[in-house]
């Protein structure tokens, strides 16, 4: 084996950091708030932190931007947004619109989805700071970088045609070319009506670009094809603003970027990310950033858009899943890989992670050298906060998911002193208002999975998925029709095992599972089966359900006494 291969993907990008030896470690990222950001874009900054912590580690200076890129104009809104909105602010930039909200009382559209995300970076232990572009337009490094960008428009645009000339059909080059006559690298925020562009007649966008920019006077002129307004404004009036190829290097050259993920569209050849560069080296001076691909983050089978689409938010994984899961399922992966997120697959990512920790404090052994360093790497970067100096006793996530399932039932004290059973002498670590939280938690990802099951026509991917997990619900009463379905020696069965109940603790699942076979085998000779249906019936109504007696030892004895007593007690024998 080489001893080149190294332990995790990450090192790679580690190691070309590392050969450049910055004084400090910029890392950049990047989002346009133009509607709910969806969880994908967790994927780059979790990158980021990640690449943070290992310098951190390394006692490197690190800074970890995430750019709010508010100052880009609304080209559409999404369809949860209503069309008189709509019309009244395209083509403004996301900063100057009002949240669209009626009883929201933050300042912006921008701000409104922006603060969303940013919210809940705390409890994905991500530690950034957050760079809104509109303000930055509005300070003089950033338009010291206009000024260059139209100083040099020649160079910019023979960047552009060199690159992006060849990815061009006949058409379509003919067109660039016609284009790029009039093209100028800077647009202008309209002084009358607060747009950057609008949408032609055949429904192409038209920007507001520079017409002429004069230098000694360091000023522009523009015409508004949003309302015909015809101006001129200064170079630092910050009402400009630098198209996106050359927004995105301008940036990199004021903050020193070293490296900045980009998702597969900008890194394509002749994409953002390649001109991007050139323009850097070429104009701004600086080379640029580590350029770090990486593919989409799919929820199921479906890709995620802000402006459209199904929009899973941050907010909402944490609202029915845990963090340091997801930081795991990013980071474990290959950049290069598509991740679907599967929230019906939320107990095997549990079961996975539950492994690697096992690993990690020695509890399990590693299949292989390789898999024991990459644990160790992975593990502590998958973490909120600092790794524990023992495994952190959680509660099993099927635990939970039973608990969650049978609140109908029982007290939530009640629930609380199962819970708290299983972790022993550390109950302590978990408060009564916290268990609450996760009961909450799975509750949300059981209705979740219930409308991810709904939308599933194939019976068979159905199936495997409730085989995996086990969602019951449990009426309050019985129903007269489930009686009816017992016969005589069922109910004799009942009675004994009632009996059983009242005489022994109903803790231990095996001596339960055996104790219902030999009462169906040797006390009243019914086929085990048969035994097992009347339970299921008197229990959750149907005929079928999870394992018996695990089931059983969770739950609680008087009740279950009593739901007996219950069924015994309807019974009617036929004639
Ligand atoms: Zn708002
Ligand atoms: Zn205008």
Not at 192 to 207: A, E, F, H, M, V
Not at 367 to 377: F, H, I, N, P, R
Not at 532 to 541: D, R, S
Request: hydrophobic share 35%; glycine share 4%.
């Amino acid at each position: 084996m080489s001893d080149e291969i190294s332990v995790h993907w990450l090192e790679e990008t580690v190691d070309k950091i590392s050969k450049r030896n910055p004084p400090e470690i910029t890392l950049s990222t990047g989002k346009t708030p133009s509607g709910h950001i969806h969880i994908g874009i967790l994927r780059e900054i979790l990158i980021c932190d990640a690449l943070r912590r290992i310098f951190e580690e390394k006692g490197k200076k690190v800074n970890f931007y995430l750019f709010m890129d508010d100052f880009d104009a609304a080209k559409r809104f999404p369809e949860y947004i209503n069309t008189k909105f709509q019309e009244e602010h395209m083509g403004k930039p996301f900063a100057l619109i009002p949240c669209p909200f009626e009883d929201c009382k933050c300042s912006s559209y921008a701000k409104h989805f922006g603060n969303e995300l940013i919210s809940t970076f705390d409890k994905f232990g991500i530690k950034n700071q957050i760079i809104w572009t509109f303000e930055l337009y509005q300070e003089k490094k950033m338009q010291d970088k206009i000024k260059i960008a139209l100083e040099n428009t020649n160079q910019i645009k023979s960047i552009l045609k060199k690159y992006i000339l060849p990815t061009l059909n006949e058409d379509r080059k003919k067109e660039f070319l016609k284009l790029q006559k009039f093209w100028m690298p800077v647009m202008v925020l309209c002084e009358n009506c607060d747009k950057l562009q609008t949408r032609g007649s055949d429904g192409s966008i038209r920007p507001n670009r520079v017409i002429s920019y004069n230098k000694d006077k360091e000023e522009v002129s523009y015409a508004c094809p949003a309302c015909r307004y015809n101006g001129i404004t200064s170079i630092y009036s910050g009402r400009l603003k630098l198209n996106w190829r050359v927004d995105w290097p301008a940036k990199w050259a004021i903050f020193n970027t070293t490296c900045e993920p980009a998702g597969k569209d900008h890194s394509v050849k002749g994409g953002a990310y390649d001109t991007g560069l050139d323009i850097c080296k070429e104009v701004f001076n600086y080379e640029g950033p580590i350029k770090l691909p990486y593919e989409w983050l799919r929820l199921g089978d479906q890709d995620m858009k802000t402006s459209k689409g199904i929009v899973f938010t941050p907010i909402k994984y944490l609202s029915l899943a845990d963090p340091e899961i997801y930081r795991m399922l990013i980071l474990k992966t290959n950049p290069m890989k598509h991740i679907s997120l599967r929230i019906e697959e939320i107990p095997q990512y549990h079961d996975y992670y539950d492994n690697i920790e096992n690993i990690f404090y020695n509890i399990n052994n590693a299949e292989s050298e390789q898999e024991l360093e990459l644990v160790q790497y992975l593990y502590p970067l998958t973490k909120v906060n600092q790794v524990a100096k023992s495994k952190p006793k959680r509660l099993p996530f099927k635990l939970l998911i039973f608990l969650a399932q049978i609140q109908n039932i029982l007290s939530l004290d009640k629930l609380y002193e199962k819970a708290i059973q299983v972790l022993d002498d550390e109950k302590k670590n978990l408060r009564k208002e916290e268990f609450e939280t996760l009961l909450k938690k799975t509750v949300n990802w059981i209705n979740e999975v219930k409308l991810i099951l709904e939308d599933i026509d194939d019976i068979k991917i159905k199936k495997s998925i409730l085989n995996k997990i086990e969602i019951f619900s449990i009426p309050e009463e019985i129903d007269n029709h489930q009686i009816d379905k017992l016969d005589e020696a069922q109910i004799k069965g009942l009675s004994i095992l009632r009996q059983f109940l009242l005489e022994n603790e109903i803790k231990d699942a095996d001596l339960i599972q055996n104790k219902i076979f030999t009462i169906a085998k040797e006390e009243i000779k019914i086929p085990p089966r048969k035994m097992f249906e009347a339970l299921y019936l008197v229990i959750l109504g149907k005929k079928s359900g999870p394992r018996l007696g695990p089931f059983i030892a969770l739950l609680d004895k008087n009740w279950l006494i009593k739901r007996l007593d219950e069924a015994i007690d309807k019974f009617r024998p036929n004639d």
